[in-house]
């Protein structure tokens, strides 16, 4: 059997989660076995638990590096990951490996941090996919399609993690006019 690598983009809000999720789930009716996993930092909802937004959820493994993957894998057909913008550059190798070894790999994360910069392993993900897919969220200013997640708050860190209270989604405009006030 052959694998491949197919990717999920897009800002905050956009729906990554959801159609991980989706695309997990339909994996699982066809009685494919699924193995899940997140970067253990990402604690925001639930310690083992992916959320969605719209409050859907799927059993994962915290993991702390992406080797750890590799480790936990094992037999199954199909590995989901979320939020791999958050682990190491060598999730790159890790997902060729899953793919070579005949899995379907389907790997969800921010393509951009709040500074409208390239996120972590996600821009090398993207160039060796099969299969990439950027959702997009609504602007919450003009309603207009966003790709930005714009941090309300001050703080320059790279990692801040929050939800509603510290981003929102935004447009290319709407993005902009916010970096200048
Ligand atoms: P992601 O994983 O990309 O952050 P989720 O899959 O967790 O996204 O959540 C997507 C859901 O977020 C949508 O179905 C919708 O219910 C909700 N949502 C909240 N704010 C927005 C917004 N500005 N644009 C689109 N969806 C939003
Ligand atoms: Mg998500």
Redesign the pocket.
């Known amino acids: 059997r052959i694998g491949w690598v197919e990717v999920v983009c897009?800002?905050?809000?956009?729906?990554?989660?959801?159609?991980?999720?989706r695309r997990l789930n339909r994996a699982k009716i066809a009685r494919q076995k699924v193995e899940i996993f997140k970067p253990a930092i990402d604690k925001r909802y639930h310690d083992v638990d992916i959320?969605?937004?719209?409050e859907?959820s799927i059993r994962s493994t915290p993991v702390n590096t992406s080797e750890e993957i590799l480790l936990f894998a094992g037999d199954c057909d199909v590995v989901g990951i979320?939020?791999a913008q958050f682990l190491d550059n060598n999730l790159v190798e890790v997902c060729n490996k899953l793919a070579g070894s005949g899995k379907r790999v389907i790997v969800?994360g921010?393509d951009m941090d709040f500074a409208g910069k390239p996120f972590g392993p996600m821009p090398l993900l993207l160039s060796i996919a099969e299969y990439v897919t950027k959702?997009?969220?609504?602007?919450?200013v003009c309603g207009e399609v966003?790709q930005y997640s714009y941090r309300k708050v001050t703080s320059q860190d790279k990692i801040l993690l929050g939800e509603?209270d510290s981003y929102?989604?935004r447009c290319r405009r709407c993005y902009t006019l916010g970096e200048l006030a």
């Open positions: 897009g800002s905050m809000f956009s729906g990554k989660t959801e159609e991980l999720i959320v969605s937004h719209n859907n979320d939020e969800a921010l959702v997009h969220a609504v602007c919450v966003a509603t929102e989604a």
